[in-house]
């Protein structure tokens, strides 16, 4: 069984300042992980995966994320946010065994941007 | 390309009544998936299709719940005599071939379905 925790439930940043966002999983076998962006009243935006190679990944809209299997995690970071990064982030994994692609997503956390 | 179509996008149902939510996938998407979220339990998968055919439906309820993808072009979600438990958004998504890469999935907007 795969799970995923997210254990920051909001998140307050300024505008400009920079933001990391904690995911930490416990699975296993060898897994693909992936961060999505929920605005309110939308569906999942993709930002950004990491299944091999490289631990630090970038993403859409200057995003990266970097996994570190010593500390089962894949943190979520932004140098700088902006106004419109107000949303709900989710950190998933799924297993790269087996036939099932379903996503395991963590609780989400809530990032609102202040100026 | 207009991503992942899902009709309605809010459905209001009496109890005891039946709810189907549409789905239309991404042209050239083999893998379809539905999941669900509400505020409780979060994002939950429900079920996975790969070229139409059902391959994990560990997540769907044992009874009331049914999805099918007759074509390559649309998948359904029914839910036989809704309960008020229903209550979530229920979002489908779709990927490439999972065998040969890891796409990621595309969601769509969701359905909100209330049961009264």
């Known amino acids: 069984t795969q799970t995923v925790s997210q254990s920051d439930a909001h998140v307050t940043v300024f505008e400009g300042d920079s933001v990391e966002l904690r995911c930490n999983y416990s699975?296993?076998?060898?897994?693909?992980l992936s961060w999505y962006i929920q605005h309110h009243g939308r569906g999942l935006q993709f930002l950004l995966k990491y299944y091999s190679g490289n631990p630090v990944v970038q993403g859409v809209n200057g995003f990266e994320a970097e996994f570190s299997k010593s500390d089962s995690s894949f943190h979520l970071r932004k140098a700088s946010v902006h106004w419109s990064d107000s949303a709900v982030y989710f950190c998933a994994v799924r297993s790269t065994g087996g036939l099932s692609g379903k996503l395991t997503f963590g609780e989400g956390t809530q990032v609102t941007v202040i100026s | 390309n207009a991503g992942v179509i899902q009709t309605p996008r809010h459905k209001v149902t009496g109890k005891g009544q039946e709810a189907t939510l549409w789905c239309e996938p991404i042209s050239g998407h083999s893998a379809v998936f539905w999941y669900r979220q509400t505020i409780v339990q979060g994002l939950e998968f429900l079920t996975y299709f790969r070229n139409q055919a059902p391959i994990d439906d560990s997540g769907m309820p044992k009874e009331r719940f049914s999805a099918q993808m007759p074509n390559q072009s649309h998948s359904t979600l029914k839910i036989q005599s809704t309960q008020p438990q229903d209550s979530a958004v229920y979002l489908c998504?779709?990927?490439?071939?999972?065998?040969?890469?890891?796409?990621?999935?595309?969601f769509g907007p969701g359905t909100r379905l209330t049961v009264l």
């Open positions: 699975y296993g076998g060898s897994i693909y």
């Open positions: 998504a779709s990927s490439l071939d999972l065998q040969n890469n890891y796409a990621e999935q595309f």
